[in-house]
């Protein structure tokens, strides 16, 4: 199949014109997604939601030596139940170890995190302790399991092992990982160059005065919000007007200096929609169109090369703002992860039980916005979050998934189960940690 225009459509609309399925453009537009970004070192202060360009193994174990879980006294775990009293031999405080050997009948007294003392293989909480002079009485030591409350060294993490994949994205828990083993930077790869622009004549930037039939530009702001979440070096190119000369020279400039270039607007059939006429005098279309409410007239395909010989790929997401989030996280979120190099992600999805009807058409896949919630019995259910219109984002807002409606259903009936996209922060399938 040539990259040139391709039409390759599954679905057919009313007006007989045929339509990719959504697995389709996602494999389409996954399969463009290829080579990888140069590394970098990167303070761990700075490293969140970075990805990791380099294996890690433990030089150490963690923790590196074995040490009291608990505040009290070490001893030795074979006289426990034999007697009940032991003489207190010195202390081992965390950050200032006895440096001595625990003698037979003898306890160190010992705080949480302290190495424990050689010869010692048991600490009892300093609860079921009575300090009497230089004695310690455990009057239960027959409780006492024999070597409890003791953390062994590299429990955590042991010395030579894989710590963390090249490909992991670093979460917070990640980045205490690399910290525990006192790293001070990782080897992260370089940001992905990202460059936005909304069109249209009507839109209007906020902060202007909005003209009398304009409306403020909101699509450029979601995007760059969406993928600074996602850490990408964003270039906000500002609102284009419907005008082909202008959108052709701008999206060629931005083409140059990134690797993707995102569009809100002109990619359906009116008059004004020049965006995708631009894509194809200026690159290749793999794709227009998609069998997907909302976001159909989605456009992909590339710009050529960039200045850094990089196919400069492109998305014209369709100008209603839900169809631009919606497009974005089911399409572009994936293809920006595999681009920044993570290897792990896969969105989330869920079975859940619908509490009411939902319409819908078949031979596409519909998305509406929804609001899951969790029975007493454990069960998912979920309901619209109301009005599905592609231009009222107030339903993103309100909704905590998206439910999808597959191609083969026209109708959900309350009760039916359906799939849906659970959204951390303002991803669906984003990692719920
Ligand atoms: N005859 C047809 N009309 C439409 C079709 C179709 O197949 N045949 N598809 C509809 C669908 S579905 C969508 S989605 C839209 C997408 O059209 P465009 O991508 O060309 O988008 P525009 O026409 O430029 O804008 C659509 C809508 O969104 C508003 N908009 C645009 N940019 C912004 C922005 N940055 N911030 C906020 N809102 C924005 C714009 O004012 C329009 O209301 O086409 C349907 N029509
Ligand atoms: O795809 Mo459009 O987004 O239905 O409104």
Redesign the pocket.
């Known amino acids: 199949m040539s990259n040139k225009d391709i039409s390759c459509f599954d679905s057919v609309t009313p007006q007989g014109n045929r339509h990719l399925k959504l697995e389709e453009g996602a494999r389409l537009i996954m399969s463009m997604a290829l080579g990888h970004l140069p590394s970098c070192d990167c303070p761990l202060s700075e490293a969140l939601g970075r990805v990791l360009s380099k294996d890690i193994t433990a030089p150490f174990n963690v923790p590196q030596n074995v040490n009291a879980a608990m505040d009290g006294f070490a001893l030795k775990g074979d006289e426990l139940g034999a007697q009940s009293e032991w003489d207190v031999q010195g202390q081992s405080l965390a950050g200032r170890a006895f440096d001595g050997l625990l003698q037979p009948g003898c306890a160190v007294k010992i705080t949480t995190g302290a190495p424990m003392p050689l010869g010692a293989d048991t600490v009892v909480m300093q609860e079921m302790c009575e300090l009497r002079g230089t004695r310690v009485v455990i009057a239960d030591s027959v409780a006492v399991r024999p070597g409890s409350n003791v953390r062994q060294a590299g429990e955590d993490i042991a010395v030579d092992s894989l710590v963390l994949q090249r490909g992991q994205r670093l979460g917070p828990i990640e980045i205490g990982m690399l910290a525990s083993l006192g790293l001070h930077q990782a080897s992260v790869y370089k940001p992905l160059k990202v460059a936005v622009f ?3 004549d ?2 209007c930037a906020p902060g202007e005065e909005l003209h009398p039939s304009g ?6 702001y979601t995007l760059f919000s969406v993928l600074k979440g996602l850490e990408c070096e964003v270039e906000d190119l500002g ?1 284009l007007p ?1 005008d082909k000369a202008s959108i052709e020279q701008a999206l060629q400039q931005a083409a140059q200096r990134n690797r993707l270039v995102l569009t ?7 008059e ?2 020049f ?1 995708k006429q631009a894509l194809s005098s200026l690159g290749n279309t793999s794709f227009w ?1 998609l069998a997907i ?5 989605i456009a992909f395909g590339d710009l050529g090369l960039n200045q850094d010989g990089e196919l400069c790929l492109f998305a ?6 839900v ?2 989030m919606v497009t974005f996280c089911l399409l572009l979120q994936p293809l920006i992860r595999k681009l920044q190099g993570e290897t792990e992600w896969v969105g989330l999805t869920w079975q859940a039980r619908a509490t009411e009807p939902m319409k819908s058409r078949t031979g596409r896949s519909d998305f509406h916005r929804g609001i899951f919630t969790i029975t007493e019995g454990g069960e998912l259910e979920v309901r619209t979050t109301g009005h599905q219109g ?2 009222i984002l107030t339903s993103m807002h309100e909704a905590n998934c998206l439910i999808r409606i597959e191609e083969d259903r026209d109708r959900i009936e309350a009760g039916d189960r359906v799939r849906i996209y659970p959204f951390s922060r303002w991803l669906p399938g984003y990692p719920l940690v």
């Open positions: 909304s069109t249209g009507e839109v409306i403020y530009d909101t699509n450029r609102i419907d809100s607007g002109g990619v359906s059939v009116g004004a929609d965006v169109q409410r909302p976001g159909r007239p014209g997401l369709p100008g209603n703002p169809a631009v592609s231009g």
